[in-house]
T-cell receptor, first 117, second 112 residues
């Protein structure tokens, strides 16, 4: 089975801190995604990557950046954390590149519940 | 992506079959029907997907209407572990963004 591992289940940080969320997948998937999930707003895509060192903005990239130095690892960075970034953050991966293989299922980690105080 | 409509909630008894409906009347010819579920305090989990024919896997079955305007996710014997929010979504074959967009989903409650 595909395993997507997020580094922390719960994280508490202070306003203004730089925050790193790490995600590792073990199935050699090309695509990796970062979402946030908030009550009433559903799942929103922050960034995705379809290859090493490649990244594309999702719907809500402001205040975030990402890094993909190795195929199996996709990091989300909150440059200067703010209280409106308190949320559940979900990492996912899938096979396929860009528009090809878009019907490959996405496999999610268990999420990181981040609180910014 | 085209819109889907699901009931807000459903109840089932343990070890009985569950049929979760989804309406997608504006589905296009290149849209696949995907189902995910999300257990409490966990990330979403892929369940099944299909295009036109009915599909079976170890988790569930997907029955797709002949006109493709609706589909039904079938859990053959519900267990307490199946209590989750179930999301039906449509994904275009050539969606370059490759992202998932979840609607409200159906909250399934399983009674012992």
């Amino acid at each position: 089975d595909v395993k997507v591992t997020q580094s922390s289940r719960y994280l508490v940080k202070r306003t203004g801190e730089k925050v790193f969320l790490e995600c590792v997948q073990d199935m050699d998937h090309e695509n990796m995604f970062w979402y946030r999930q908030d009550p009433g707003l559903g799942l929103r895509l922050i960034y995705f990557s379809y290859d090493v060192k490649m990244k594309e903005k999702g719907d809500i990239p402001e205040g975030y950046s990402v890094s993909r130095e190795k195929k199996e690892r996709f990091s989300l960075i909150l440059e200067s954390a703010s209280t409106n970034q308190t949320s559940m953050y979900l990492c996912a991966s899938s096979l396929g590149r860009g528009g090809v293989g878009t019907n490959q299922p996405q496999h999610f980690g268990d999420g990181t519940r981040l609180s910014i105080l | 992506d085209a819109k889907t409509t699901q009931p807000n909630s459903m109840e089932s008894n343990e070890e009985e079959p569950v049929h979760l409906p989804c309406n997608h009347s504006t589905i296009s010819g290149t849209d696949y029907i995907h189902w995910y579920r999300q257990l409490p305090s966990q990330g979403p989990e892929y369940v099944i997907h299909g295009l036109t024919s009915n599909v079976n896997n170890r988790m569930a079955s997907l029955a797709i209407a002949e006109d493709r305007k609706s589909s039904t996710l079938i859990l053959h014997r519900a267990t307490l572990r199946d209590a989750a929010v179930y999301y039906c979504i449509l994904r275009d074959s050539w969606d370059a963004g490759n992202m998932l967009t979840f609607g409200g989903g159906t909250r399934l409650m399983v009674k012992p």
